[in-house]
């Protein structure tokens, strides 16, 4: 893989080696670029691909060869083929997204070229090159930003070259295509309308611009360009109409000006937070997490299955929303990074399917509430339900797929939580109230009241696990769901009445379960049943994504959760990294070790930012930006902590990073003396922090003038909502 770093490496050299420089500045985004050399050999695939990730959260692209073959795979986050299965369960008959189609290139002379490419992360624009006895055609593509148009610059450097493009779409007898031409362009539609739930269609239009054939000759050191639209029938109630009158539009100067857009559109998304330190593995891995995601997320109401991007129509687990934990984990960094409009899709498949996952309950553990299977699609569909693989098995009960797990809904809870407690935006907090309150309403039925305490029974902490007895995920994601309805109820003023129930199950629910291993106290993964496991991360999960432990939470929780993470030592992890990293900041294991376990971690990729040895898609993509925000400003538990999992000498600054409270924070710590502290306070809530200066009184600066002084080792401001808050030290 050193070809693939090529570049990493040269800003390595550049910029003072592997991060122990005392200089805060790093190189801009626009300084990375990902880099491939080699062969691809997951493009296309049945999970996740190694190729150039392209998009604007809806039309998504990724770029493959061979063969003959420059194929630049389409897909968008609405088309699926839905279906619910309901009694006998067929290949066929699986849920999921499904490819668009793709766009193909072949030049005649180049059979089984060499293949490089050249991403630049600030806005996806991907250069292709292909290399053939002596001759040389570079192809640069984008999604616009802006619009659901895709361009395609095709270039012959040194030698003229004869180019067809055409369109193209997998066979998939359940799925009806269509193509041909109108005018100049050429066109294809796909649907899935035959014995599904819900019919899907999609359209795409491509336009050779000034040429009147999708065959032509591009001229020794000119460029061609041809455009490509995409709609659905979800955003048009005629996909193929919408797609030829919008190409017909495109003409020399469009490309140049949706350029321009779609530029302006990243640097706004850029500009919503920034982070700088100097190590650039870490910073590129930062910014290619958030490039990843505003290319995959953006729809209000389809958010991208666990693989992001799609390029054939069997993925693995269906590509659906896996609720176990793979659904939620490419979404936790994005609250903190103040990237908001691509943590939305997240939320809209779970309150869809509330309907269902009532049925459930009712008719599986005999609820109020919400009960969910494992893996469910958008617009109330369920992906897994009657599957024969676990047909008369525990792990199927009335048809739906839980593997015995008690937990998926509440597991969703997660990110929406974070939204809610990062914005306090009412108009948010009464959407989701409905899912959120039904996730109480099953865990207020669900729970057994003996001896005093509450207890869960019969809920597997890991998929198939068995009965088991208070499973600390369970027991984490019980206390995140209480704690968020008691402040949704007083926010919103509604449900009051049942707030004292609320805070007797968080007063009396079972503590987390522990063991000794290896002469130490350590967390157990449920109190009876399994006790540890091998292979996966559940047992730090109460910590984090649950935020079920702070560094509030007491020296003896602390050394428990240290202890763990110590026995674990599963950062480089198949499943767990997601979590496993922000666990261990969170109760402030030694920063020096997470910081050099999380440079590992980001190096083990293919330079697109997947993970080698992880067929998951896009659930590891921001591991890196979340871990290096809650270093640089922690605030779970509704207290702000500077710096707090920052290595010892590690200078950093940072800006605008969301945090509990719905403020906006901004810091700077060079030579371990924290300076420029900004806090912008969105809704005038109460502002907790840890002093960063201790030792010293600080003036409070508000809206530009000085205030009241403040000491100790941590103290509390009321604020106004829209005031800016500064501290001068004495």
Known sequence: MKQTHLVLLLLLS???????????????????HNIWMKELVSTP???????????????????????????????KNDFWQLISPESVFRKDDVSGPRPVGSVDIQIEGFGHASLAADQQLFDG????????????????????????????????????????????????????????????????????????????????????????????????????????????????????????????????????????????????????????????????????????????????KFPPGIFGWVTNDDPNWA????????????????????????????????IDFIPRGEWYAKNVTHTRGILYPVGIGPLGVEVTRNHPRFHNTTNQQQGGLFFGQRSNAAYGLLNIAQYWRSTYDEAYGKKIYPYALAVASFWEDFLKYEDGRYVIYDDAVHEGSGADKNSILSLGLIRNAFSLMLDLSSTLKVDQDRQAKWRDILDKLSQFPVQVRKGKKVFRYTEKGVDWWVNNGLGIQHIYPANGITLDSGEELLALSRNTIADMNRF?????????????????????????ELRKYALH?????????????????????????????????????????????????????????????????????????RIKSEKGKVCTIVNPWPEKTVRVIRNGKSAESVSGARFSLNTNAGELIEFQVK
Not at 15 to 30: H, M, W
Request: net charge neutral; with cysteine; glycine share 8%.
């Open 14 to 32: 550049s910029f003072g080696g592997f991060g122990q420089s005392s200089k805060v500045a790093a190189p801009a985004v626009s300084s990375y």
């Open 572 to 596: 480089q992890d198949y499943n767990t990294g997601n979590s496993f990293f922000m666990a261990a900041i969170r109760v402030g294991y030694d920063p020096q070790i997470v910081f050099n």
């Open 319 to 350: 590509g659906d929303y896996h609720l176990n934990y793979n659904f939620q984990a490419p979404f936790y960094s994005l609250y903190s990074a103040n990237r908001l409009e691509q943590g939305m899709p997240h939320d809209a498949p779970l």
């Open 125 to 300: 624009t991907t250069i292709a090159s292909l290399t053939s006895n002596g001759r040389k055609v570079e192809v640069k593509s984008w999604v616009a930003a802006t619009d659901n148009l895709i361009f395609l610059e095709v270039q012959a450097i040194d030698k003229a070259a004869k180019v067809t493009v055409s369109l193209a779409a997998p066979d998939n007898r359940q799925a009806k295509l269509t193509k041909g031409s109108e005018g100049n362009a050429q066109w294809l539609t796909r649907a899935f309308a035959d014995s599904v739930d819900i019919a899907t269609e999609v359209a795409v239009a491509m336009l050779t611009i000034d040429h009147n054939s999708n065959t032509f000759t591009v001229e020794a050191g000119k460029k061609v360009v041809v455009a490509i639209t995409v709609a659905s029938r979800f955003k048009q109630p005629e996909p193929l109409k919408y797609v030829l009158a919008q190409i017909k539009k495109v003409n020399k100067t469009t490309a140049d000006k949706q350029l321009t857009k779609h530029e302006a559109w990243w640097q706004a998304y850029w500009g919503k937070s920034s982070v700088s330190i100097a190590d650039t593995v870490l910073m590129k891995a930062y910014y290619q997490g958030l490039y990843t995601m505003a290319a995959c997320s953006r729809d209000p």
């Open 45 to 75: 695939s049945n999970n996740k691909v190694d190729a150039p990730l392209m998009g604007n959260g809806d039309v998504t692209m990724c770029v493959g060869y061979k063969g003959d073959v420059l194929r630049y795979y389409l897909s």
């Open 605 to 677: 990729t293919y330079p697109n930012g997947f993970q080698l040895d992880n067929p998951h898609g896009i659930e590891n993509s921001c591991t890196v930006a979340n871990a290096l925000d809650e270093m640089l400003c922690m605030s779970a538990g509704n207290v702000i902590r500077l710096f707090a999992g920052m290595p010892e000498g590690q200078d950093a600054e940072f800006k605008n990073l969301r945090t509990w409270g719905a403020f906006l924070v901004s810091a700077r710590q060079v030579g371990g003396r924290i300076s420029d502290v």
